[in-house]
């Protein structure tokens, strides 16, 4: 988690020097106890009401607006980053020190709102959740789209799907479809990588990029089409479209022309090399000539329907 550089005026104008002399690992620890509530994870923590390390191993979040979160536990955990210095620091979050990967998808959807920055999920919308993972993004969205909207909650990871149907549940949930599937292309079935480092990053691909070198762990898991999918739903037509498939953009786009005809709004994660080419290389000229107006922000491209 990179600390953020909106740093006071104050202490931005003090003299390098007074850094300079000292130890890469001391400086660090230094700039935390200084700045530590610019992070992401500190505007976290002031959302939270409760969390805590449950004794059959899952992590639980609830934050002030009553949302509650389940989560698996990291599979390795490191003390010698700027996360690891700023956790301790934390009120609410700092007991949950192998718990990262969840503590970072929540700031994915509390903090930087990543995949609603060009669209506001309205009352009534039909939401595909294409890698759904815990179901951060689908609980957010559940709750947007009221007992007139859909959301489809996608999800391939057995692991991942435990915890899906654990936090629908837990929060009362009864607009949520659990597809426990894969996105790709075509229909059929595929290995999937699971990573043994944390619950993201489980992918079709093998490789460091994917957190997947180190891969313990397949699993076989049916694949469809996104059309498919919400054709099998009996949903109306789509009205927004998040996907985050570690690469699996490349194919999942090929099979879903159907989906795409309707007035829908993405958001769609593209920084991934799939075959020694970036996905957004593929996807972005994909989605205009589609007729769609792009806006890429980083990892991220946003697309809705030229007027």
């Known amino acids: 988690m990179k600390i953020a550089s909106r740093f006071p005026q104050k202490i931005k104008s003090m003299p390098a020097t007074i850094y300079s002399s000292l130890p890469g690992k001391t ?3 230094l700039l935390v106890s200084i700045y530590f509530r610019y992070t992401q994870l500190y505007s976290l923590d002031t959302m939270v009401a409760k969390a805590e390390q449950l004794q059959d191993g899952a992590t639980f979040i609830e934050l ?18 700027v996360t ?3 956790i301790q620091k934390l009120d609410k979050l700092q007991k949950l020190e192998h718990s990262r990967t969840i503590l970072g998808v929540l700031c994915t959807q509390y903090v930087k709102a990543e995949y609603e920055k060009c669209y506001k999920l309205q009352k009534g919308d039909i939401v595909v959740d294409a890698g759904a993972h815990i179901g951060t993004f689908t609980i957010k969205a559940a709750k947007a789209v009221g007992d007139k909207g859909r959301v489809i909650a996608i999800e391939p990871s057995e692991n991942n799907l435990e915890f899906l149907s654990r936090n629908i549940e837990a929060n009362g949930l009864q607009n949520v479809t659990i597809v426990p599937k894969g996105v790709w292309g075509t229909k059929g079935t595929l290995k999937l990588s699971i990573s043994c480092r ?5 992918s079709f691909y093998t490789s460091e990029q994917f957190g997947t070198e180190d891969t313990e762990e397949y699993q076989e898991v049916e694949v469809d089409t996104i059309d498919n999918i919400v054709r099998q739903s009996g949903v109306g037509p789509v009205n927004f479209l998040k996907m985050d498939i570690e690469g699996a953009e490349v194919e999942a786009i090929k099979g879903m022309d159907e989906t795409m005809s309707g007035d829908v709004k993405l958001a769609m994660e593209i920084s991934h090399i799939v075959a020694g080419h970036g996905t957004y290389q593929v996807v972005i000229p994909w989605l205009k000539n589609k007729g769609f107006q792009v806006h890429r922000d980083g990892r991220m491209v946003y697309a809705r329907k030229n007027n």
């Open 27 to 29: 400086l660090k620890r």
């Open 64 to 81: 002030k607006n009553g949302i509650k979160y389940y989560g698996a536990q990291d599979g390795i955990a490191s003390e010698q980053d």
């Open 84 to 86: 690891h210095d700023v």
């Open 198 to 202: 944390r619950t993201t990053g489980h």
